[in-house]
């Protein structure tokens, strides 16, 4: 029996956009002489729908894609991911996976895990599956689960976060082979954990298992693909693209001693950090532009870090002719900002353009004199400037239709070392979640991946400074990046509490100055623009936070007692 995986990217809502594709990819699978193609969690509508569950049109909507699936594919079986509604007691509807055949749906299959943690939220709208069947097609049986159901093991998790283990109880109704379609968000790492996770109960069961994994920005999720068919010794026989569309094929026929024995190509797929965040960003770049209906991005050059590479995952995401750069220059900015700015554009191949400020940031002084008499500068006028920067970038979105990129990154974002209204203004905020010292990391592998420097070197050999004061530097306000970033993994994302941060070596001091920052500036979090998720824990739809609270975190040990005499 030959096994199309059909790893595809859908549009939330682009139902009918959905279904065309899932047609194309039948029609190929079939020439290609599969006898049953797979589509991932949720593919008729997209995942994921949130809130677009509590309207009836769009369920409804769904139902008639999935019946217009059902009657327009032919010659070839298929499993697909779809809402189903719930005619009993409990939630209204199902997570659920449809297996067609012969212009019917033969059998359904629901969700039984909905998680509730991190960017999730199912519980809020579905009902959990309470039966479990197998399905025929050819000569094997096929046992069907949907995403979450094969992520509770002990193999992850010390304490599984769930009691019920669907596929233990999908392996009692004795399927040849386990199915498990997903979409199953990226963050650095997770390739292995969920590659791992599909090893460890094919061994366990002595079961293969095609997993399918959805592929594709939606908002701020990104999802990698990085699909995988396993024998049933936990061995790699097949697997998909990361980061991109793919139709791949196994074939599974019976040994001698009848275990179904998968054959497949095994391709090889980058899983260093800084190549799959890259790719990631370029990604969740490309389907936000285009899904949101933009075809031009705009961004402000500081002939920084953060904006040179934010430029150049515009560019690989859209094209060049597709973007726009514009330098900003106060009289506070040096020459050599300036000049890194045009050197990159020039690089990058972008249309750039130079908006002076210093006749604005006039403009205002004169306008708040009366207001602000006899108080000396502070932050207020360098927020000032960042302000102005923001309103000529939304003023020119505005004009010209452009998405205005954001340039800040994770450890400005969690410390509030950025501008409400100012640089935080835009549509998506492209790295957002990756910490400076990230920034550094992956900037490096776009000039070794384009084999010439597109990045300007002395960008990024250069101290980080916003050059909103003369001689200003961000280390006048922060502790070393490296350390700063040490610490905001420690506490966001292995949430560590202050005492065991401080255990692992840093200064008592800086540690609880910055966990404050953190948690102060949780105001302008909520009114950043959306940002791409590639971390583990990113500020986001993931996090959840009261912007109004008292609680702070405390230092009782001994370090901190004695730093603080």
Same mark, same amino acid.
């Given at each position: 029996? @030959?096994?199309?995986?059909?790893?595809?990217?859908?549009?939330?809502?682009?139902?009918?956009?959905?279904?065309?594709?899932?047609?194309?990819?039948?029609?190929?699978?079939?020439?290609?002489?599969?006898?049953?193609?797979?589509?991932?969690?949720?593919?008729?509508?997209?995942?994921?729908?949130?809130?677009?569950?509590?309207?009836?049109?769009?369920?409804?909507?769904?139902?008639?894609?999935?019946?217009?699936?059902?009657?327009?594919?032919?010659?070839?079986?298929?499993?697909?991911?779809? /809402?189903?509604?719930?005619?009993?007691?409990?939630?209204?509807?199902?997570?659920?996976?449809?297996?067609?055949?012969?212009?019917?749906?033969?059998?359904?299959?629901?969700?039984?895990?909905?998680? &509730?943690?991190?960017?999730?939220? =199912?519980?809020?709208?579905?009902?959990?599956?309470? =039966?479990? @069947?197998?399905?025929?097609?050819?000569?094997? &049986?096929?046992?069907? +689960?949907?995403?979450?159901?094969? #992520?509770?093991?002990?193999?992850? =998790?010390?304490?599984?976060?769930?009691?019920?283990?669907?596929? =233990?109880?999908?392996?009692?109704?004795?399927?040849?082979?386990?199915?498990?379609?997903?979409?199953?968000?990226?963050?650095?790492?997770?390739?292995?954990?969920?590659?791992?996770?599909?090893?460890?109960?094919?061994?366990?069961?002595?079961?293969?298992?095609?997993?399918?994994?959805?592929?594709?920005?939606?908002?701020?999720?990104?999802?990698?693909?990085?699909?995988?068919?396993?024998?049933?010794?936990?061995?790699?026989?097949?697997?998909?693209?990361?980061?991109?569309?793919?139709?791949?094929?196994?074939?599974?026929?019976?040994?001698?001693?009848?275990?179904?024995?998968?054959?497949?190509?095994?391709?090889?797929?980058?899983?260093?950090?800084?190549?799959?965040?890259?790719?990631?960003?370029?990604?969740?770049?490309?389907?936000?532009?285009?899904?949101?209906?933009?075809?031009?991005?705009?961004?402000?050059?500081?002939?920084?870090?953060?904006?040179?590479?934010?430029?150049?995952?515009?560019?690989?995401?859209?094209?060049?002719?597709? /973007?726009?750069?514009?330098?900003?220059?106060?009289?506070?900015?040096?020459?050599?900002?300036?000049?890194?700015?045009?050197?990159?554009?020039?690089?990058?191949?972008?249309?750039?353009?130079?908006?002076?400020?210093?006749?604005?940031?006039?403009?205002?002084?004169?306008?708040?004199?009366?207001?602000?008499?006899?108080?000396?500068?502070?932050?207020?006028?360098?927020?000032?400037?960042?302000?102005?920067?923001?309103?000529?970038?939304?003023?020119?979105?505005?004009?010209?239709?452009?998405?205005?990129?954001?340039?800040?990154?994770? +450890?400005?974002?969690?410390?509030?070392?950025?501008?409400?209204?100012?640089?935080?203004?835009?549509?998506?905020?492209?790295? +957002?979640?990756?910490?400076?010292?990230?920034?550094?990391?992956? +900037?490096?592998?776009?000039?070794?991946?384009?084999?010439?420097?597109?990045?300007? /070197?002395?960008?990024?050999?250069?101290?980080?400074?916003?050059?909103?004061?003369?001689?200003?530097?961000?280390?006048?306000?922060?502790?070393?990046?490296?350390?700063?970033?040490?610490?905001?993994?420690?506490?966001?994302?292995?949430?560590? @509490?202050?005492?065991?941060?401080?255990?692992?070596?840093?200064?008592?001091?800086?540690?609880?100055?910055?966990?404050?920052?953190?948690?102060?500036?949780?105001?302008?979090?909520?009114?950043?623009?959306?940002?791409?998720?590639?971390?583990?824990?990113?500020?986001?739809?993931? #996090?959840?936070?009261?912007?109004?609270?008292?609680?702070?975190?405390?230092? &009782?040990?001994?370090?901190?007692?004695?730093?603080? @005499?």
């Amino acid at each position: 029996m @030959k096994i199309a995986l059909g790893q595809i990217n859908t549009t939330i809502g682009d139902i009918d956009g959905n279904v065309d594709k899932m047609l194309d990819f039948a029609s190929r699978a079939k020439q290609a002489g599969a006898d049953l193609i797979l589509f991932p969690e949720l593919a008729v509508c997209g995942y994921p729908p949130m809130d677009l569950l509590l309207k009836d049109s769009f369920v409804q909507a769904n139902l008639r894609g999935l019946d217009r699936l059902k009657n327009e594919v032919s010659g070839i079986s298929v499993i697909v991911g779809y /809402v189903d509604i719930n005619p009993g007691h409990g939630r209204p509807l199902y997570n659920a996976c449809a297996f067609i055949q012969d212009g019917e749906i033969k059998a359904r299959q629901y969700k039984t895990l909905l998680p &509730t943690y991190d960017v999730f939220d =199912e519980d809020r709208y579905f009902e959990p599956a309470r =039966e479990y @069947k197998t399905v025929k097609c050819a000569d094997l &049986t096929l046992g069907l +689960s949907i995403c979450e159901d094969i #992520w509770n093991s002990a193999e992850i =998790e010390p304490k599984p976060r769930y009691q019920l283990n669907p596929i =233990e109880k999908i392996v009692e109704c004795k399927p040849d082979v386990l199915i498990n379609i997903s979409a199953s968000p990226f963050c650095i790492g997770k390739e292995h954990i969920r590659h791992g996770l599909v090893r460890s109960h094919a061994r366990k069961h002595g079961l293969p298992i095609l997993y399918l994994n959805q592929v594709g920005g939606n908002d701020e999720l990104i999802f990698d693909g990085n699909s995988i068919v396993v024998d049933a010794d936990g061995e790699l026989i097949a697997n998909g693209n990361s980061f991109e569309e793919d139709l791949f094929y196994v074939d599974i026929a019976d040994d001698t001693i009848g275990r179904p024995v998968p054959a497949g190509i095994v391709k090889e797929n980058s899983t260093a950090p800084e190549v799959t965040c890259y790719k990631a960003i370029v990604l969740g770049t490309r389907d936000y532009v285009r899904k949101c209906g933009f075809k031009k991005t705009v961004i402000g050059l500081s002939g920084g870090i953060d904006s040179a590479l934010t430029a150049c995952v515009a560019v690989a995401a859209i094209g060049a002719e597709n /973007v726009l750069g514009v330098a900003m220059p106060s009289p506070y900015s040096s020459a050599g900002s300036l000049e890194d700015a045009e050197a990159l554009a020039k690089n990058l191949g972008i249309e750039y353009r130079v908006v002076p400020i210093e006749k604005a940031m006039g403009s205002f002084a004169r306008m708040l004199q009366p207001i602000f008499l006899g108080l000396a500068k502070d932050v207020t006028e360098e927020n000032i400037q960042a302000r102005i920067r923001g309103c000529i970038l939304m003023s020119i979105s505005n004009k010209l239709g452009h998405l205005v990129l954001t340039t800040g990154n994770k +450890s400005e974002l969690a410390v509030g070392y950025c501008t409400l209204y100012g640089d935080m203004c835009g549509g998506l905020a492209v790295i +957002s979640d990756l910490p400076k010292t990230l920034v550094y990391e992956v +900037s490096r592998y776009v000039n070794e991946q384009a084999g010439r420097v597109l990045i300007p /070197v002395s960008t990024l050999e250069k101290a980080p400074s916003a050059e909103l004061r003369p001689g200003q530097l961000d280390q006048d306000s922060l502790p070393p990046y490296a350390v700063l970033d040490g610490i905001l993994y420690e506490y966001v994302e292995k949430r560590r @509490k202050a005492d065991e941060i401080v255990n692992l070596g840093y200064d008592p001091q800086v540690v609880r100055d910055l966990i404050n920052k953190i948690d102060r500036n949780e105001y302008k979090r909520h009114q950043a623009a959306p940002g791409l998720k590639v971390t583990a824990r990113a500020f986001g739809v993931g #996090w959840r936070m009261p912007i109004a609270q008292k609680f702070q975190e405390t230092i &009782t040990g001994p370090r901190f007692q004695e730093s603080a @005499k």
